[in-house]
């Protein structure tokens, strides 16, 4: 079984460190820049500890850096060579970031959004793998089935396009909904009253394409409606939201 030192400790690391520890995986150090917060995530794996780079384990069988995207390099560079695996876990960002560095490399991505204090059913989540060759790439994918049902290669190029697509499905989606519980509490309405209507929407999508599961005015090229829901939107962004999306709406229809 595979030794692992984990590089950071967000949101990403935290569920999938609990995963690894879960399945067998032996964790020997949790890093963090920040000591309270790897000493957090370390007293829940039951591990070793440290803030210092130069004190990472130089033992395990993989490394994985997950970090913030802007200083991933800049922490890679400062790691001693040791004869482990090493991957990140970003969307965006290449397997180069690390060729200047190690030659064993490669990336772990899971799909799926993160919370620290949200457990969620990993074998459901999508992985997707890559690796610097042929026997470092199935090293990363036969330690990926053990935690995940579903497993995927994907090059670099791809992940770039997972990437922008999970922002457009989570992350965008997300803030409708934050604009939409603004409108609700501006008006003294509750958020939960779109609840269900939020979770018939996901469930859609599962049985029809995106397209055919879009309904409402703009859809239906239905003019006085959405002039009239402009008019209601004091924020001048928000009017421009509103026109984007329902021009957009309608280009997919036609």
């Given amino acids: 079984m595979m030794r692992i030192v984990f590089i950071g400790s967000g949101n990403l690391a935290t569920r999938l460190s609990l995963r690894m520890k879960q399945c067998g995986f032996e964790i020997l150090q949790i890093y963090s820049h920040t000591l309270s917060n790897a000493k957090i995530l370390a007293s829940k794996i039951e591990c070793d500890y440290t803030d210092s780079i130069e004190n990472i384990n130089d033992r395990a069988d993989l490394y994985i850096f997950s970090i913030k995207d802007s200083i991933l390099e800049d922490v890679i ?4 060579s040791n004869k482990g695996i090493w991957v990140h876990t970003a969307g965006s960002l290449s397997i180069d970031v690390f060729s200047k560095y190690k030659k064993e490399c490669g990336v772990f991505y899971p799909l799926q959004t993160f919370s620290k204090e949200k ?15 042929k026997d470092v790439e199935s090293k990363l994918t036969k330690a990926a089935s053990r935690i995940s049902d579903k497993i995927y290669n994907a090059t670099s190029e791809q992940r ?40 018939e929407t996901a469930l859609k999508i599962k049985t029809l394409s995106a397209i055919k599961a879009q309904t409402g005015p703009a859809v239906r090229k239905d003019v006085n409606v959405m002039g009239k829901q402009i008019e209601l939107l004091k924020d001048e962004k928000f009017k421009n939201i509103y026109k984007i999306l329902s021009d957009n709406i309608i280009d997919f229809s036609e």
Avoid: W
């Fill in 77 to 80: 560079s400062k790691v001693k």
């Fill in 119 to 133: 457990e969620c059913d990993f074998s459901q989540i999508p992985i997707f793998v890559e690796g610097s060759t």
């Fill in 160 to 199: 770039k396009y997972l990437h922008l697509s999970a922002v457009f499905a989570c992350n965008f989606t997300n803030h409708m909904y934050a604009i939409a519980e603004r409108l609700l509490k501006e008006n003294n309405l509750p958020f939960e009253a779109i609840m269900p209507l939020i979770d």
